[in-house]
C-alpha cells in the first residue's frame, strides 16, 4: 500500500515488512530510480515496491572499499587530470567515488570505485581512458549530432598524447543525451580521449564495457560520456571531508 503519513511522508507497507517511511530526499531519489533503473517493477505489488527501496537504499552503500588512507592528489606529467579520489554523478545510483590512477602500461587512465553501486560495485573499475586516442572536435555544430559524436573512431597513437597547456576546443552536449542539469557545464574542454566505461545488470551479473569520451575541463574537473548508454556524468576532485 502507498500512502502519506501523518506527517505527510510518503510510506510504503506490505503485509511481508514493516512500514518503511522516505524523506523528501529518498523519496525523489527512489523515484528518479524507479522510472530509471526499474521500470519493470510493478508499482501494485507493495512487497517489490519495498524490494526496490530497499534496494536503492543501500545504492550509496554498496560495497565500500577501505582505504588505509586518503591518497593525495598528484600531478602526473602524462595525465590530464591530478590522480587521487573524484566525486562522480552516476544517474539514479546519486554520487559515487572513484579512485584515478596511471595504469601500469603507461599509457591508460583507471577509475576504480571506491563507493559503488548495485550494479557496478566497490572495488571495480569503472572508467577506462585511453590516452593514445586524443580527439579534437573544433565545430560546436557537430556535437549536437549524437550520430557524429557517436561514430568517431579515434587513431591509436604509438605513446600517449599530451594536448598544449593553453589548449581549447569548443563543448556541448546534443539533445539526447541524459544529464540531470547541463546549465552549469563548461562551453569549452581543454582535452577530449576515446575511452571505455564498464556497465553491469544489478548484482554485478554480465559485466561488459561500453564505448565512451573522456573530456577535461581542467586538472580537477572532468566529464565521461557514456555513448551506448546516452548519458553524461561529471566528476570533481574530492575533498577530504567527502561532504
Known sequence: MLQRNENEKLEYKCDQCQAAVLTSSE???????????????????????????SVAKLTKLWSNCVLDEIPPAVQSPISPIRLGLYKGTYGSHG??????????????????????????????????????????????????EFDFVNSLDPDTLPSPYCFPPNASQPFSLSDNIFMRDTQNLPRTCKARYGGRGQIAAHGYNNPDTCRAQFIVFSE???????????????????????S
Open 27 to 53: 523519496e525523489e531519489v527512489f523515484s528518479m530510480w524507479v522510472n530509471e533503473a526499474r521500470p519493470d517493477l510493478d508499482m501494485s505489488r507493495p512487497d517489490l515496491i519495498f524490494k526496490g527501496f
Open 95 to 144: 554520487i559515487e567515488i572513484i579512485k584515478v590512477s596511471l595504469s601500469e602500461n603507461g599509457y591508460e587512465l583507471l577509475g576504480d570505485k571506491i563507493l559503488g553501486d548495485p550494479n557496478v560495485p566497490a572495488g571495480k573499475i569503472s572508467l577506462y581512458v585511453d590516452l593514445r586516442k586524443p580527439i579534437t572536435l573544433n565545430d560546436e555544430r557537430e556535437m549536437h
Open 220 to 242: 580537477d574537473y572532468f566529464g565521461f560520456l557514456w555513448l551506448d548508454l546516452t548519458s553524461f556524468s561529471v566528476f570533481r576532485l574530492a575533498e577530504d571531508d567527502f
